[in-house]
């Protein structure tokens, strides 16, 4: 799911906070304050065991939703069969959870009424005789009412455009606000039914593939949807309007390919066009890096409903708009999400960091490694903001769980990190082994069951960087001084100091750190594993060594703080970089670099000249100190200026001169 950013609540965070630092403060040495963290993690741990709604003792192997909808008076009349296995020793009466707007008419097993009492959201059902362990059954309850929403609107009756739409959104707490179910995602069906019926004039999409459509002959029309693959149950949607359809391929194989279905409101068909073109390159590009398209015996599919951002069904993603960023982070969703489910909410990031995280990678596809710099750099500054711990202690409060800066953004940063940590290959091979893993691939996987796998694939512990990133908070506070001797033969020897400000959860990170070296000959990429709070690295360089710089790459969430007089964050090369976006309407950015130099300042010109050679605008014209500078074109009052077609961007920064060329759609 993506939404705009909201800002959650972190009472319960703030209480642990304060009582985690009397904790630490109470302890004297290094070690004790080790060992004051790993009860911290403990702790969090325990946590998380937190009441689900949801019978414990049955496990859903079905679900088939059979739902007439009355947009006129917002009605829903329901036949829903759920199939389960009894996994208690005994069961005589289980409960299904349906929200009390809806009224149940009446239950039904093999066609014989069933006693039921419906209250407090619960639907309690007793069955004549009593089922032992691992016997299934099956129910039909029979249903109806106008269902309530919750969340980010569960179940609404709305509109477009002057044309009804009628969606689901059940994520995290809504589907029994419209259906009866095992309300909770670590209890997967093992396929599903969704049967839609409507007024003539709309199309109903859902789960899977299409397998028929009736004309009811009375003015209405039923959609008989099937999925054949596991699903939990906020991942059963549908979504419904006039909609305009379009179909194109994912082609996987020389002669085969599978259809990706897209379901458009008329007024924006046009808009959606780009964005529709896109999907089948996008399908291509996570298949490469995670592993083939989850769901390819059936199909993909895009379905414009009415909330502003995008929410992951399997196989047909609801959409608010069809834009680029928002269709890689939902179709990313359909590997880490769908296929694999994080088994409790606590665990969202395992959805959100690596959804958020895909759109980089996407990009990064696409564009090459400069916006993929560029929208790390930009999750970074939301991370920056996170409060609490990325693994959720509260998980009643919707927005919470959806915070962007922590489950999302910091998620996200978490992954880049433990590519930085492990490399680009054994990366990439851990995120296709846990997609594919046996019990969690089309299953559910909780934060413990990823770090197995990462250790196991990366073949060494990862638990410092686990229990710092997702069970501890903040992030580190780098304080780096150094200096260099001689050692003759034009050896010399630096000693790095690292110091970290105080933590308290944890009371400092470890992690591994790149350290550039700039010689009088040129660059050198040293490794240092930092694990103490306070650090002194020596390292033996040849050349004389005239900058330093920490994290080039920067692989590391953190802040710098600088007790030396040389900057360590400033470049150290001039660089104009490609601007983004490219093609560009209305606007693009435009960034470079300006290295460090003895005199300080020197004059910078940034000028933009169209194809006949004519200067059209000066971007920048003043002397400017070494660091990286972002500029917009156009400039914010002179939007309209500007015709469509290509334009050149020339650097001149003392003696370096570099161009490129961008291009204007409107
Ligand atoms: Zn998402």
């Known amino acids: 799911m993506k939404k705009f950013k909201i800002h959650g609540i972190f009472i319960i965070a703030l209480i642990i906070q304060s009582l985690f630092q009397n904790l630490s403060f109470a302890q004297s040495s290094k070690e004790a304050l080790v060992k004051a963290e790993e009860k911290q993690y403990k702790a969090l741990k325990k946590i998380s065991s937190v009441e689900y709604p949801g019978d414990s003792t049955i496990d859903v192997t079905y679900y088939k939703l059979d739902l007439k909808l009355q947009y006129s008076n917002h009605y829903l009349i329901g036949v829903v069969t759920v199939s389960a296995k009894c996994k208690s020793a005994e069961l005589k009466t289980f409960f299904l959870d349906l929200q009390n707007p809806l009224n149940v008419d009446s239950v039904t097993s093999n066609g014989k009424q069933l006693a039921y009492t419906h209250s407090n959201a619960k639907l309690f059902i007793t069955f004549d005789s009593t089922l032992n362990y691992g016997e299934s059954f099956s129910v039909t309850v029979y249903y109806e009412g106008t269902p309530g929403s919750s969340g980010f609107g569960s179940f609404e009756f709305g509109s477009h455009d002057g044309y009804p739409a009628i969606w689901s959104l059940s994520e995290p707490y809504g589907a029994s606000d419209w259906f009866p179910c095992k309300d909770t995602p670590a209890d997967k069906a093992d396929s599903s039914d969704v049967w839609v019926t409507c007024d003539s004039n709309l199309i109903a999409a859902s789960n899977g593939l299409l397998m028929q459509v009736i004309d009811n002959g009375n003015g209405t029309k039923t959609y008989k949807w099937h999925n054949s693959y596991p699903i939990s149950q906020y991942l059963i949607s549908i979504a419904v309007s006039n909609y305009i359809q379009h179909t194109n391929y994912y082609k996987y194989a020389a002669a085969d390919s599978m259809p990706i279905m897209y379901f458009v409101y008329p007024e924006d068909d046009s ?396």
């Open 271 to 666: 808009l959606a066009m780009d964005g529709i073109s896109k999907v089948p390159n996008m399908i291509k590009i996570f298949s490469e890096r995670y592993g083939q398209y989850p769901f390819l015996r059936e199909k993909y599919g895009e379905a414009q409903f009415g909330w502003g951002g995008g929410m992951e069904h399997q196989t047909c993603t609801s959409l608010g708009s069809f834009d680029e960023d928002l269709e890689a982070h939902e179709l990313a969703h359909q590997w880490f999400g769908d296929k694999v489910t994080c088994a409790d909410w606590n665990d969202i990031w395992l959805n959100e960091g690596f959804a958020t995280y895909s759109e980089a990678v996407y990009f990064e596809a696409t564009q090459g490694k400069g916006v993929y710099n560029q929208m790390i750099s930009n999750d970074m500054k939301n991370a920056k903001a996170a409060k609490g711990s990325i693994y959720l202690t509260n998980i009643s409060d919707v927005n919470n769980i959806f915070d962007y800066d922590r489950s999302y953004a910091k998620g996200a940063v978490v992954l880049h990190m433990l590519r930085g940590i492990v490399g680009d290959s054994t990366f990439f091979k851990i995120l296709r082994t846990y997609n594919s893993a046996p019990g969690l691939a089309y299953g559910v996987a909780t934060t413990q069951d990823f770090e197995k796998i990462a250790e196991e694939v990366f073949g060494s512990s990862l638990s410092y960087f686990f229990n710092e990133w997702i069970y501890g908070e903040g992030i580190p506070t780098y304080n780096v001084d150094w200096n260099f001797e001689s050692l003759g033969n034009n050896l010399y020897k630096i000693l790095l100091d690292v110091n970290q400000t105080t933590g308290f959860n944890p009371t400092f990170f470890t992690m591994p750190i790149e350290i550039q070296v700039t010689t009088e000959a040129g660059d050198t990429t040293l490794y240092i594993f930092n694990n103490a709070q306070s650090q002194q690295f020596p390292l033996t360089v040849k050349n004389k060594p005239l900058y330093i710089t920490f994290d080039p790459n920067n692989l590391i969430l953190k802040n710098l703080s600088l007790l030396d007089s040389i900057d360590f964050t400033k470049p150290t090369y001039f660089s104009l970089d490609q601007n983004y976006p490219n093609p560009f309407n209305p606007t693009t950015k435009i960034s470079y670099s300006i290295a460090v130099q003895e005199k300080g300042y020197i004059p910078v010109k940034l000028v933009v000249y169209d194809l006949l050679g004519r200067q059209v605008a000066v971007l920048v014209n003043k002397k400017q100190s070494a660091g990286n500078y972002t500029v917009t074109f156009p400039p914010e009052n002179n939007l309209n200026e500007f015709a469509s077609g290509v334009y050149i961007y020339s650097l001149t920064a003392g003696n370096y001169k570099s161009s490129k060329k961008m291009i204007l759609i409107k």
